[in-house]
């Protein structure tokens, strides 16, 4: 089972490298690009026991560091 | 305009930090995880004018190395 979760920093949560990121596109000659944000995306490839709430634990214990993330699980059709 | 911007290594692309997780996830004892890959997410806020094109190409030149990266855009609903 492939899942994918989404790690995106708390709003109000400083992102040097999405500021990096977004002066860069500038520079190239990119116009209409009002922020970017940069986070982290993790894909697992589960077996089919593994349980919703034990990939809530994943993300709560290891994949994101809740002081300063949020994160969103995201279950593909297997 | 939201568009996030899935960046994930190509496949028999080595991805240490992966098999870092993958690692870290079984010694805090969870099971039934066949493999992780990380990859980049990045989360774009553009004006309505920036066509597909666009977006196409700021992943090229810049968000994705395409020599070892695959790309895939996803629009949000204004």
């Known amino acids: 089972m492939k899942t994918r979760v989404h790690v995106t920093l708390k709003n109000g949560v400083l992102d040097p490298q999405g500021k990096a990121i977004h002066h860069a596109l500038e520079t190239l000659g990119f116009d209409g690009v009002n922020d970017v944000r940069q986070g982290k995306l993790i894909e697992l490839d589960l077996d089919e026991n593994v349980t919703d709430a034990e990939i809530e634990d994943m993300c709560r214990k290891l ?9 969103e699980i995201e279950k593909e059709a297997a």
Do not use: Q, S, T
Request: negative net charge.
């Open 63 to 71: 994949l994101a560091n809740m002081v300063i993330e949020d994160f």
